[in-house]
């Protein structure tokens, strides 16, 4: 999603075949984490637990990409970017810019509004991989 001065966030499958999860600070500054897609990486054609996550912990920002409770990719980035401001509805499947669409099947969708703690995340990863019967 994108609010007219730039900010939020995307998640989408690009034409290069990456899962790329971008998020925009009120500057226009992208900050992006991309992993390949593919059965090593993010699969495509059966079901996952995945999670994309950008917060806060006070003194820097922290995103990542997540399958089945492992991190595949983390970006630390030196400084706080302010969520507060940013509005994270909107559309999945497609960049900041509403290009590179894709389908796909999204089950269960959940967004956070406060950055969780390593075992609050953990917590939670494992409620969703025991709830929807993943194999990891």
Same mark, same amino acid.
Request: glycine share 10%; hydrophobic share 35%.
């Given at each position: 999603?994108? %609010?007219?001065d $730039?900010? #939020?966030?995307?998640? =989408?499958?690009?034409?290069?075949? %990456?899962?790329?999860?971008? @998020?925009? *600070?009120?500057?226009? +500054?992208?900050?992006?984490?991309? @992993?390949?897609? #593919? /059965?090593?990486?993010?699969?495509?054609?059966?079901?996952?637990?995945?999670? &994309?996550?950008? $917060?806060?912990? #006070?003194? !820097?920002?922290?995103?990542? @990409?997540?399958?089945? $409770? !492992? @991190?595949?990719?983390?970006?630390?980035? /030196?400084? &706080?970017?302010?969520?507060? *401001?940013? *509005?994270?509805?909107?559309?999945? $499947?497609?960049? !900041?810019?509403?290009? +590179?669409?894709?389908?796909? *099947?999204?089950? =269960? =969708?959940?967004?956070?509004?406060?950055?969780?703690?390593? %075992?609050?995340?953990h %917590?939670?990863?494992? =409620?969703?991989?025991?709830?929807?019967e993943?194999?990891?």
């Amino acid at each position: 999603y994108t %609010k007219d001065d $730039g900010s #939020g966030g995307s998640f =989408y499958l690009s034409a290069s075949d %990456k899962f790329c999860f971008t @998020i925009t *600070d009120n500057n226009g +500054e992208p900050y992006s984490i991309e @992993i390949p897609a #593919g /059965p090593l990486w993010m699969p495509i054609a059966h079901a996952a637990y995945f999670a &994309v996550e950008a $917060g806060c912990d #006070g003194q !820097r920002t922290i995103m990542r @990409i997540s399958l089945n $409770g !492992r @991190i595949l990719r983390e970006n630390i980035i /030196p400084f &706080v970017i302010n969520f507060e *401001d940013m *509005d994270f509805s909107g559309n999945l $499947g497609s960049n !900041r810019l509403g290009f +590179e669409n894709g389908g796909f *099947d999204l089950y =269960y =969708y959940c967004l956070v509004g406060r950055t969780l703690n390593s %075992k609050e995340s953990h %917590k939670f990863s494992e =409620y969703l991989i025991t709830r929807f019967e993943i194999e990891c």
